[in-house]
Antibody, heavy 121, light 108 residues
């Protein structure tokens, strides 16, 4: 069974840092670009970042560029999101997502269960 | 950046009704358009990709159409389990992978 399992969320003060992890199983992780998305409480979905399968290309939403860093360890089948200089508006459920096809850009057929990040003093 | 505009933002319909949701892209995106269903408290679920291709396991009452800038998601006969928020997303040629604002579907 294809699965994505996020961890690392929690409560952090404004200006703080947090690293999210996403453990993948059931598919050839190293063959797929992977992405992070988020959903603020009561709001819609927002794409955050994508990383190419080999890690040699990364892309970010303007809202997080310069503060967040996406990375991956294909030997551990794990995706990461390092979040620095966190702001209240970063409060959201963060999802990792896999595209349906082994292409950088694709519809997401598998989503993790999400991990909640709360930025508050 | 390409903007994705969904309408309506919410709708209420009776069981058995035909429901149509529209999504408009600010620039042409060919058929690189996906639709997701998100039930309350749940993870988004891919319904349709490439504008009109039904994802495996999705009931046939869901269908998608369109190309270029105008797209529609249709539920041919609304069922109680279809209560959810529906999102479109474009995924052509690079970031950002913009989502529409969502359409909340309720039963009348």
């Amino acid at each position: 069974e294809v699965q994505l399992l996020e961890s690392g969320g929690g409560l952090v003060q404004p200006g703080g840092s947090l690293r999210l992890s996403c453990a993948a199983s059931g598919f050839s992780f190293s063959s797929y670009a992977m992405s992070w998305g988020r959903q603020a409480p009561g709001k819609g979905l927002e794409w955050v970042s994508t990383i190419r399968s080999s890690g040699d290309g990364t892309y970010y939403a303007d809202s997080v560029k310069g503060r967040f860093t996406i990375s991956r360890d294909n030997s551990k089948n794990t995706l990461y999101l390092q979040m620095n200089s966190l702001r209240a508006e970063d409060t959201a459920v963060y999802y990792c997502a896999k595209p349906a096809v082994a292409s950088v850009w694709g519809a997401f057929d598998i989503w993790g269960q999400g991990t909640m990040v709360t930025v508050s003093s | 950046d390409i903007q994705m505009t969904q309408s309506p933002s919410s709708l209420s319909a009776s069981v058995g009704d035909r429901v149509t949701i529209t999504c408009r892209a600010s620039q042409g995106i060919s058929n690189y358009l996906a639709w997701y269903q998100q039930k309350p408290g749940k993870v988004p679920n891919l319904l349709i990709y490439a504008a009109s291709t039904l994802q495996s396991g999705v009931p046939s009452r869901f269908s998608g159409s369109g190309s270029g800038t105008d797209f529609t998601l249709t539920i041919s006969s609304l069922q109680p389990e279809d209560v959810a928020t529906y999102y479109c997303q474009r995924y052509n040629s690079g970031p950002p992978l913009t989502f529409g604002g969502g359409t909340k579907v309720e039963i009348k």
